[in-house]
């Protein structure tokens, strides 16, 4: 719901969150480049030629498991974050997808906030960008952040 009341669509808050940051490892091809940052540290990284800036993203490996960094963004042809740890970052291309957001209006949107880890979908390869997000799913969303 927003703050009149009124519910709001998955696809527009994937679109908010997208407006936001211009501040499972199948779905992620790998990439040579890596890098070293300190925790805190501003990281800015050109992005690969090639590379869609909604679906390339940062990561770091925790007891073996990469870990999104879910707050970056790209500016500029730069892929810009805050390194919310000390080590090495690796970057990934996330290649999952939903059948139901193929060709939607919010597509870009929707994968900008499913590469990062914010929204997983409803099930079975389906977003639902139409259907109303409950209050769990966005305290799980803000949670994420």
């Given at each position: 719901?927003?703050?009149?009341g009124r519910f709001i669509r998955r696809r527009g808050f994937c679109r908010l969150l997208r407006r936001?940051?211009?501040?499972?490892?199948?779905?992620?091809g790998?990439?040579?480049?890596?890098?070293w940052a300190d925790s805190g540290q501003l990281v800015v990284v050109d992005l690969p030629p090639g590379a869609n800036e909604n679906t390339f993203v940062p990561?770091?490996?925790?007891?073996g498991r990469k870990v999104i960094v879910p707050?970056?963004?790209v500016e500029d042809g730069k892929l810009i974050f805050r390194a919310?740890?000390?080590g090495a970052y690796g970057f990934a291309e996330y290649?999952?997808?939903f059948g139901d957001a193929d060709g939607h209006w919010a597509e870009d949107f929707i994968l900008f906030a499913a590469a990062r880890g914010l929204f997983g979908g409803v099930g079975e390869n389906l977003f639902n960008p139409?259907?109303?997000?409950?209050r769990a799913m966005f305290v799980t969303v803000l949670s994420r952040l």
């Open positions: 719901m927003d703050f009149q936001i940051h211009r501040i499972h490892d199948d779905d992620y790998d990439s040579a480049l890596s890098i990561y770091y490996l925790e007891n707050l970056s963004k919310p740890v000390g290649d999952g997808s139409d259907g109303s997000m409950t």
